[in-house]
């Protein structure tokens, strides 16, 4: 009640003096029989007391219920937490023990298809390591699965420790990275890798040449002309091209080649070499960046002039003479259409002197020197191959034919076979 003080007495008492008692039967109240209200003061330290006891009797009781609810949330989140973690214990265990199981039964059935594959498919495996191989024959995705093989075949994958995948999208990636040229394209990446997979096997040097080294030389004929533009170091240099400024004008082309091999491999899922110590990776770097720098024909005669002066004492435990050696295989691996049947090395010539038109063709336009063996005016097909017949790639398998086997030696009869007598 409004102005009544706290720890007061407020009683109810009817005309006759009794006490009212509170309660949904009590007499109503009316005008005639109104009841009076009667405040009287109470003990106020029992009062206080009591009050007191009270409240700290409701606290200890919502303590109490409180301490329990919380027991019992906790036991039953302790519950719900065991029950997760068992349940999740029973399907691990189930799941690995059928994994173990399916994965030894896969891992069976893909040895017993790639026996079957290889079986069925091993004249197709042999005829890559030929010369004659028809390169024109295979689509792209072909192409991938056939480099794919070359590097399980030579024990390439085992030898760097190669995750599969990671073979499977770092050549998927190479492949992106070869413009849609005339000629510089992803099929004269496979071309080149194929050859340089033929000379490994015909001329047996996995028996005299570490397998680290083999790797170099298919990986960086793989790579030697990544991302090129089809326009040639002549035209970068003259028409002062972002690559010839960056690389002042010293092989443009080849540097940029192997700048985006790197690119390329230094993505973890790219990166074949991921596996292997430091040393070898800069062993494999520094290898690949010299043989592909070897590809630019500017540096032809000085390449080949001292490869010359070690074929009469070659020695294969010698790391110059084996680093020239590599040098020249990957440039007869590069410019060897002519070693292959007139039916696969003519369409070659179509795309090269095509690119080479393309070329000489702009740099009219852009008033550039142009090359006479580019130029649509002045060129021929045979003209176009006579002279580089007989002045580049005869003297180059005629001195790998002293240290190369029996390939070089075929390669270079048949190139003199097509040269016409003077």
């Not at 409004?2 to 109810?12: C, D, R």
């Not at 033929?198 to 996995?206: D, F, R, S, Y």
């Not at 240099?237 to 390329?264: D, G, K, M, W």
Request: charged fraction near 25%; charge should be negative; include cysteine.
């Amino acid at each position: 009640m409004a102005g009544v003080q706290k720890f007061k007495k407020i009683l109810l008492i009817d005309q006759n003096g009794g006490y009212v008692t509170v309660s949904p039967t009590m007499p109503v109240n009316t005008k005639d029989t109104a009841y009076k209200v009667q405040i009287s003061p109470v003990n106020e330290d029992k009062a206080g007391s009591v009050e007191g006891s009270f409240e700290r009797s409701m606290e200890a009781l919502m303590s109490s219920v409180a301490q329990e609810l919380s027991k019992a949330l906790k036991v039953d989140q302790l519950r719900v937490e065991v029950m997760t973690r068992l349940t999740g214990i029973e399907r691990r265990i189930d799941t690995e023990s059928l994994r173990g199981v399916e994965v030894e039964k896969c891992r069976k059935e893909i040895r017993e298809i790639r026996d079957q594959f290889f079986e069925s498919q091993k004249k197709y495996f042999d005829y890559l390591k030929q010369p004659t191989f028809n390169i024109w024959h295979w689509e792209p995705n072909e192409m991938l699965s056939l480099l794919e093989h070359m590097y399980y075949e030579l024990g390439l994958v085992q030898e760097w420790n190669i995750n599969p995948i990671t073979l499977k999208r770092w050549l998927l990636c190479v492949q992106e990275n070869y413009r849609n040229n005339p000629f510089h394209n992803f099929r004269h990446c496979f071309c080149v890798s194929q050859m340089m997979y033929g000379v490994i096997n015909l001329c047996k040097l996995t028996e005299s040449i570490p397998l680290c080294d083999l790797g170099i030389l298919l990986t960086s004929a793989v790579c030697h002309d990544l991302d090129h533009p089809g326009y040639n170091n002549a035209y970068q240099i003259n028409a002062r091209t972002e690559l010839a400024i960056r690389y002042n004008n010293i092989s443009p082309l080849e540097n940029h080649h192997c700048s985006v091999a790197f690119q390329i491999l230094s993505k973890p899922e790219f990166n074949i070499f991921a596996n292997v110590s430091n040393d070898t990776f800069k062993a494999i770097q520094n290898g690949m960046i010299q043989l592909i720098l070897a590809t630019d024909m500017a540096r032809h005669n000085e390449i080949l002039e001292a490869f010359k002066s070690r074929v009469d004492n070659f020695d294969f435990h010698n790391d110059e003479h084996l680093t020239s050696l590599k040098m020249i295989l990957i440039k007869c691996c590069d410019i060897s259409n002519e070693v292959r049947p007139m039916e696969i090395s003519e369409p070659w010539l179509d795309c090269l002197l095509e690119e080479y038109f393309n070329q000489s063709d702009r740099e009219k336009l852009e008033g550039l020197p142009v090359a006479p063996f580019m130029d649509r005016d002045k060129v021929t097909k045979p003209s176009a191959q006579i002279g580089f017949l007989k002045f580049v790639l005869i003297p180059m398998f005629s001195a790998l034919s002293k240290v190369g086997g029996p390939l070089s030696s075929i390669a270079t009869a048949r190139l003199i076979a097509d040269v016409p007598p003077n």
